[in-house]
């Protein structure tokens, strides 16, 4: 499967080294030294001269002042033009550098906000959990009561208080799936792999034709909270794909942190379901969303598929991101600070 890749290589135009050009600049004097030695050994001069006595009459003899000028001219032509060349060259290099700003200025800025979007997600999720969560409680106990207060007395009562509790319940199961999508259950208290196996473990209920492996290599205990949860919403997309596209499918999810220092992780997903056909424009925000979760950490993002093929995308993200501008207000865990 040709992986589609995420990175764009710019490749530079190094300017000669410097001892290609004294080897070509000595190359021209030998050139000239020998042209002269073998004037002088065969009189070419006088050769010349006596072939085109006869034809005096074209002015052939001034040809060699001619050809020292046109020599002259080509050499100060060629010189105008290396100059030109190296102004174009050194425009090039200007650009490229400004182009590389905007690239890193760029991520930081989906970085930022990508932070933002998940601070408020948390802040919804404590809300919803605050709020709503006390009062539907509380109106979950006031119908039991009243159901128990009821009983017997007052069916009609009794009923409604039923009907009353069963909507409670509903509104806050419904509440509880919204929570744990804002914010997922026991990143923050028990790190990545434990939240994974979470999300896997409910996609298995949710999902029970499919079947889920998980592998988690390596140590994710100093991860900062922005690398956290970009690697668990990737696989949190990657197993909602799945449940739309591949429903039937082996779910092999591996997480691994390379062993170098800082090293980097990498999260690599392949299903064997029907696959789709990269070529053809694709619908959806999910996978754009991956990637430029990946991309504004710095990392790359591929994916592979083909039809009757399954599925696979991987991400690898640099433990030490080069992220946010130091002092920023959006500088999770003091990432700045770590930069090189
Ligand atoms: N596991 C998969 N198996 C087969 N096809 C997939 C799988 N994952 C993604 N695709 C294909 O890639 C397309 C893009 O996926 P993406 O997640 O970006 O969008 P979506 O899931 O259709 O919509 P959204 O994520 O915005 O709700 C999908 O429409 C689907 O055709
Ligand atoms: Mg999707």
Redesign the pocket.
Known sequence: MPPESSTTSAEGNAPAPRSTVWRDLACVAALTVLAAALGAFFDFGERVYQWTRSVERFQLDELPATLFVLASGLAWFAWRRYGESQRELRRGRALEQEAERLLADNRRLASQGIDAQESERRHLARELHDELGQYLNSISLDAARIRDLSAEREPEIHRVSLALIQSAHHVYREIGGMIRRLRPIGLDEFGLPTALEHCVDGWRERLPGASFALTVEGDFSALTDTQNITLYRLVQ?GLT??S???RHARVEIYLVRTSADPGEIVVTMA?D????DLTKP???????GMRERVEALGGEFHIA?KPQGG?LFCARVPVQARLPVPGAPNDPAGLAKSEK
């Not at 694709?282 to 754009?288: D, E, N, P, Q, V």
């Open positions: 997309e794909n799945v739309k596209f591949a299903d379901g029907p696959g789709t694709r619908a959806g925000l999910g996978l754009i598929s599925f």
